[in-house]
């Protein structure tokens, strides 16, 4: 029914006998109204203008008729009176009812609370969510999300702490982990931080998402020290630690070079219960490899090759990063080899890797043939190798090569960043000046580089 056939229906009541059973027939059909008119929103905001100044004569009328209006009422005009920005509006519809001594109950309060938050009115919503407390009326998430999103959007985050205070009785673990996840997901670390310990001093059982969420917010700060000393005392929480949580750790360890506390969390990680997984030994190999330490690396391959996970390519393509990069290319091509025995087909990151360890031990004709071996398997060389290759033969002096090379980038659609274009071409303009015995060739060949 539209909004004009519900206010004839009502036109028509005010003819009748105002009798008990249809001042209650009258204040049905007013709720019904006044939420067809709240229901309306964005596009349809436009179009429904009329249907809500019907709703606040109906509103109105309720009263004038000695109808009045209840707790259900009252929150869909607080509501309505939100969705049009009228913070002030709703908040006197929200006194009224206040007046009326009726029961402000929790949906009452978190509606006037999300209309003052949609008019940016943090006071008021502060001030109503004190009055909630003080009346005893308990808070749930969906009130917290909207004070919280409210403080973040006006740049007041520093008063979440005061609220949480004050209504600590009521925030429970689960409202606490909601808290922490979310403040820890739009990185406010120091806030999310100084919620979870205030979860872990109140409530004796933990929340595994909260502590997850708090582990992840940490190693991305590079408060590695506290992420550690987290994992070591979740226990004491009723929480066991699961193997995503040492890899979390063990990432930012590795990540950091802090090889001591990565090999000392590695070992605690093998006698606790989480069994080491694929990502657990990759991360590991990936951080001694990163710190120069290659054989704790090959240790740790070793122990992936005796465990139920096996290598994948992921394992060799650290290892081999590992030994190239450590000096050991010859043994870094050895696996290589080994893991093609094994079934494995090298990646773009593979032969990349490779070609960069070789190139950078001057050693550009077997770089030259991983390239040609690259293509030939139909593995499709991307920007970072192409560029690797590239500084491989500018640095050996081979730039007829690197001309080819960079012709064959720019069919690809591939461009190198402006500043080593620039270096490429300057070198090369050089060496063909220098080593060309025509000034034809050496002209068509930077011509090529200037494409």
């Not at 630690?241 to 093998?270: C, F, I, P, R």
């Not at 192409?386 to 730039?399: K, M, Q, S, V």
Request: glycine share 6%; aromatic share 8%; with cysteine.
């Amino acid at each position: 029914m539209s909004g004009s056939g519900l206010l004839a229906l009502l036109r028509y009541g005010e003819s009748l006998p105002v009798l008990h059973g249809i001042a209650a027939a009258w204040l049905q059909v007013g709720h019904l109204l006044l939420q067809y008119a709240a229901s309306c929103d964005g596009e349809r905001r436009k179009a429904a203008i009329w249907q809500v100044e019907q709703a606040y004569k109906v509103f109105e009328d309720m009263k004038k008729k000695h109808c009045e209006p209840d707790e259900f009422t009252y929150t869909i005009m607080i509501r309505m009176s939100g969705k049009l920005g009228k913070g002030e509006e709703s908040l006197v519809f929200f006194q009224e009812l206040s007046d009326k001594g009726c029961n402000l109950n929790l949906i009452v309060y978190n509606t006037i609370i999300q209309a003052l938050a949609r008019s940016n009115m943090v006071d008021k919503a502060i001030l109503v969510f004190m009055k909630m407390v003080e009346a005893n009326c308990r808070p749930n998430e969906f009130t917290y999300s909207v004070i919280l999103n409210l403080l973040i959007a006006q740049g007041q985050l520093s008063r979440l702490d005061e609220l949480v205070e004050v209504s600590k009785r009521y925030v429970t673990k689960s409202i606490y982990a909601y808290l922490v996840k979310t403040l820890s997901k739009l990185g406010h670390d120091d806030e999310a931080h100084r919620l979870f310990c205030n979860m872990w001093k109140f409530h004796d059982k933990g929340d595994r998402d909260a502590y997850m969420s708090m582990l992840e917010s940490l190693c991305a700060a590079g408060k590695t020290a506290e992420a550690v000393d987290l994992l070591s005392n979740i226990h004491e929480k009723g929480v066991s630690t699961d193997t995503m949580m040492y890899n979390t750790v063990l990432a930012a360890l590795g990540k950091s070079k802090q090889v001591s506390h990565l090999h000392e969390v590695y070992e605690k990680m093998k006698t606790d219960d989480p069994e080491p997984d694929i990502f657990t030994y990759n991360i590991v190999i990936s951080g001694f490899g990163r710190a120069g330490k290659v054989d704790e690396a090959m240790t740790v391959f070793e122990q992936l090759e005796n465990s139920d996970c096996k290598p994948d390519i992921v394992s060799y393509n650290s290892l081999i990063n590992c030994l190239g990069k450590n000096g050991d290319v010859d043994e870094a091509h050895m696996r290589f080899k080994e893991m093609q025995e094994k079934g494995f087909s090298p990646d773009v990151v593979t032969y990349s890797t490779l070609i960069e360890c070789f190139g950078k031990t001057d050693r550009v004709e077997m770089a030259c043939r991983l390239f040609d071996d690259m293509l030939a398997r139909g593995c499709c060389p991307n920007i970072v190798t192409y560029n690797i290759l590239l500084d491989c033969l500018e640095r050996c002096g081979r730039a007829a090569e690197a001309v080819d090379l960079y012709a064959k980038l720019k069919q690809q659609g591939l461009t190198r960043p402006i500043g080593l274009h620039m270096q490429c071409l300057n070198d090369c303009k050089v060496v063909l000046i220098r080593n060309s015995e025509s000034a034809g060739r050496v002209q068509s060949q930077v011509g090529l580089l200037a494409l």
